[in-house]
């Protein structure tokens, strides 16, 4: 019956912010990743709820195809997707992220990893995001995404392939 509180017992890597970012990139490196797409495509919050989700999620099935192809598409043609009306009320908030997982393929495909990797995480804010708790707590996550940005440096060379296989070792 003596409260206790866990502290240092997290992985670097199992850490909330480190797979939040790892997830960014993996999407941008294989936009047919689910895994990491339902991960952040409301990370931080941006108005994309479950409903919406797996109405992405339904569209993409009946459309034989997957989730990603379905948001580059509307990335590409917006509300002259025929998959924006289906998409109903979310159909603009998810344009907008399929907006920026667009830009981001596009930055991967000509500019280094630590440039993807800063660019993400301004464009979603991430750092606002997750100051968003106490202030102790918001200091050691932004120090997390620091190290892992580090770690992006070291592999600017090798590219996103190489870092991405060093991660899932």
């Known amino acids: 019956g003596i409260c206790y509180r866990l502290v240092g017992a ?17 999407l941008v490196h294989n936009p047919k990743d689910e895994i990491s797409l339902r991960r952040v495509i409301n990370v931080p919050t941006r108005k994309i709820g479950n409903k919406s989700v797996e109405t992405l999620v339904e569209v993409a099935r009946l459309a034989d195809t997957n989730m ?20 109903g009320r979310s159909a603009r908030a998810v344009w907008s992220f399929a907006r920026l997982l667009a ?3 596009e930055v ?15 464009d979603i ?8 708790g ?6 050691d996550r932004w ?27």
């Open 143 to 169: 120090g997390n995404v620091q190290e892992l940005r580090r770690l992006a440096f070291e592999f600017a060379d090798a590219g996103m392939i190489a870092f991405l296989e060093n991660l899932a070792l």
């Open 125 to 132: 804010e991430y750092q606002e995001y997750i100051g968003e």
């Open 68 to 87: 990603g192809a379905v948001l580059l598409e509307l990335a590409a043609r917006g509300e002259e997707s025929e998959y924006w009306t289906v998409l």
């Open 108 to 122: 991967a495909q000509n500019f280094s990893l630590p440039d993807l990797f800063d660019r993400i995480v301004q």
């Open 134 to 139: 106490s202030e102790d707590e918001a200091i």
């Open 103 to 105: 830009g981001w393929i």
């Open 10 to 26: 997290q992985r670097f890597y199992g850490r909330r912010e480190v797979k939040d970012v790892i997830a960014y990139l993996r």
